[in-house]
């Protein structure tokens, strides 16, 4: 190795020693350098903690979308399996939608299609509230029937709203012009084609309702050997009157197709129920003023009926619950069907229902075939005529009364007039008396007295005849006042409500038989009827000269009866009753103003004076006489 060679080695070793020198850290940049590195791992272990987070998310939400998924699977699969076709119409929100025209509200729910609220929008109830017909928790109509060997209740499935054959998603509520169709579908299998159909049609000022239950294409979708499907209305009816009258009270009606007569429940029972295994024409939840009412076009297979009064009352308006289960005829075979129905939600008014032709105004109560026909063609018809005018309803029930009374007259005055001929010979009978005092001669006295009579033109059963005519009118008035709707919530003087009690005093407890109030009404037609009563008495002893004890405490003793009855009752009869008697008085007045016993006397005479006709009575009484002659000889 030469001499430069060696220079060049340690040259090189030294610079490498020197770069090593200069380019070694001190303690501070060692320190600095350590920081950073930390920092970086720090950052790369922190990268790797949110990246290791971030796949565990995204495996985790993996899972709960797959599991999610499974769940909605596995409840489509369980809807399958209860509902069948039917499983996509179990799933849903429900929501309502509202028809409204000028007198009615009706509220439809999505679940289940049907009608679950009413209104009535010209009443109120007897504390001013919107008249609304039922309970909306519990209103319930349900149609029942086989599909794919399930048994399906359309009221636990969602219907799709459909306005004038398009879907609807508008307004809660629904104004009517002069008509509008609404319906409810309920589609099978997803499939547009397949569906159950509520169709309602609803018209400017009708209480009444078109209701159809229409398939479309629903061939094997209901059992093919099905003949009819169930139809199930329930509903809670909530009390609308301040009183709950026993004798128009709540309860269910109906009517045979081919049977004018219409029937109902026992509406002072509790509860109630009845199998109608014929055609019924219609079903309908009756209450004092109001009905709501089912009617089929042709008719029901036949129905189930029936109403319960729950304790403890469900809500504070809660008054009774009613039911009806219906077979609706159906053809299993056709691929599509059409049942045509109404719904009736109105007043039990004897103007709108008659209208309908179909035996619904029945319902109100006018007093059985005997005396109903006062009623619906004489009563009913003078009061609207009277009505008419705009007069307050004790206005009206005054001139009503005065008609009646003037009507009646001509057989008041000829009751009066016997009346005051016995009076007028009661001297000539008390003379009989005495001229036949033997119990043997009793039918002698008996003959002449009637022969008194009858030469007179008097007799002491002329009263009865007028008693028995005005029965028939009082019962028809009786049931009349009671049921009228016109009445309802009219005031009159202290009375606001002539269709229910008037109390001008509320005791603040219970009287049996009274009541908790004071009817002033009722105090002032007891008052008339018992000093109507003490005239007639004395009336009739001096015209027949004999007094029954018994009868007088009886007939002292019915206007205490009456007051506790009509306590609770209808103002307007007490009204009426009371004005009755007041007429009554003034009738007799003039009645005894025209009639003088001195001219009465000699028409008498002068009656005598003619011969008179033996009746078969009077023969049959003389042949009597004549036997019994014989056999007290022959002793």
Request: a positive charge; glycine letters at 4%; hydrophobic letters at 40%.
């Amino acid at each position: 190795m030469n001499k430069n060679s060696v220079i060049g080695i340690i040259l090189i070793l030294g610079v490498l020693v020197g770069w090593s020198v200069w380019m070694t850290p001190s303690k501070e940049e060692i320190a600095r350098q350590q920081h950073v590195r930390d920092s970086i791992r720090l950052v790369q272990k922190a990268n790797y903690i949110a990246d290791s987070i971030a796949r565990t998310q995204a495996a985790t939400a993996d899972v709960e979308d797959t599991a999610s998924i499974q769940s909605v699977e596995e409840k489509m699969s369980a809807l399958r399996n209860e509902y069948g076709v039917f499983a996509t119409a179990a799933d849903g929100k429900e929501s309502r939608l509202t028809l409204e025209n000028d007198v009615l509200k009706v509220t439809l729910s999505t679940l289940g299609g049907c009608v679950k609220r009413v209104q009535l929008k010209d009443y109120v109830t007897w504390d001013s509230l919107p008249l609304v017909g039922f309970d909306d928790s519990t209103a319930y109509f349900n149609l029942a029937f086989f599909s794919e060997n399930r048994n399906i209740n359309t009221a636990k499935l969602f219907f799709v709203p459909y306005l004038n054959g398009q879907p609807y998603s508008g307004d809660e509520t629904i104004k009517v012009g002069d008509s509008l169709v609404f319906s409810m579908r309920l589609f099978a299998e997803d499939n547009p084609s397949k569906y159950l159909e509520y169709r309602y049609k609803m018209r400017r000022g009708e209480y009444m309702l078109d209701f159809d239950i229409v398939t479309h294409d629903f061939k094997n979708v209901i059992s093919a050997n099905s003949s009819y499907i169930n139809a199930q209305w329930y509903a809670d009816i909530l009390q609308q009157e301040k009183a709950v009258d026993r004798y128009n009270g709540s309860t269910v009606y109906y009517k045979f197709d081919k049977d004018d007569d219409v029937e109902s429940l026992k509406e002072t029972e509790a509860a109630d129920e009845e199998n109608l295994r014929q055609r019924i024409k219609w079903i309908s939840f009756k209450q004092r003023f109001f009905s709501y009412a089912i009617i089929a076009k042709d008719n029901f297979n036949a129905a189930s009926i029936g109403m319960k009064t729950l304790t403890p009352k469900p809500s504070p308006r809660y008054l009774k619950t009613m039911y009806a289960e219906m077979e609706l005829p159906y053809n299993g075979l056709s691929s599509d069907n059409e049942l045509n129905m109404s719904l009736y939600f109105g007043p039990n008014s004897l103007k709108v229902m008659d209208k309908y032709g179909i035996g619904l105004e029945k319902v109100i109560p006018l007093g059985g075939w005997f005396v109903s026909w006062i009623n619906r063609y004489i009563v009913v018809n003078v009061f609207a005529w009277l009505g008419s005018y705009g007069w307050n309803y004790g206005i009206v029930i005054l001139i009503l009364t005065v008609i009646i009374k003037i009507c009646l007259m001509p057989i008041a005055y000829k009751s009066y007039l016997s009346s005051a001929k016995m009076r007028v010979l009661k001297p000539e009978v008390d003379a009989l008396n005495e001229k036949y005092p033997k119990q043997e001669d009793a039918m002698k006295k008996q003959r002449a007295v009637m022969d008194l009579y009858k030469k007179a033109g008097a007799s002491p059963t002329a009263g009865c005849l007028p008693l028995l005519l005005q029965l028939p009118i009082l019962w028809a008035i009786f049931r009349f006042f009671p049921s009228s709707i016109e009445l309802r919530q009219q005031p009159f003087l202290w009375a606001d409500d002539l269709s229910t009690y008037d109390s001008v005093l509320d005791l603040g407890f219970n009287i049996p038989f009274y009541g908790d109030h004071v009817s002033l009404f009722t105090l002032l037609m007891t008052a008339a009827t018992i000093v109507y009563t003490y005239i007639n008495n004395k009336t009739m002893a001096a015209a027949q000269g004999q007094s029954m004890p018994g009868m007088k405490v009886m007939m002292y003793a019915m206007p205490i009866l009456f007051l506790g009855i009509f306590n609770n009752y209808s103002a307007g009869l007490s009204y009426y009753y009371f004005l009755v008697n007041i007429f009554t008085f003034l009738q007799m007045y003039l009645f005894k103003l025209f009639l003088d016993d001195n001219k009465l006397r000699a028409q008498i005479e002068k009656a005598r004076l003619k011969p008179v006709k033996k009746s078969n009575f009077q023969k049959k009484l003389e042949e009597m006489q004549r036997k019994q002659q014989e056999q007290l000889r022959r002793r």
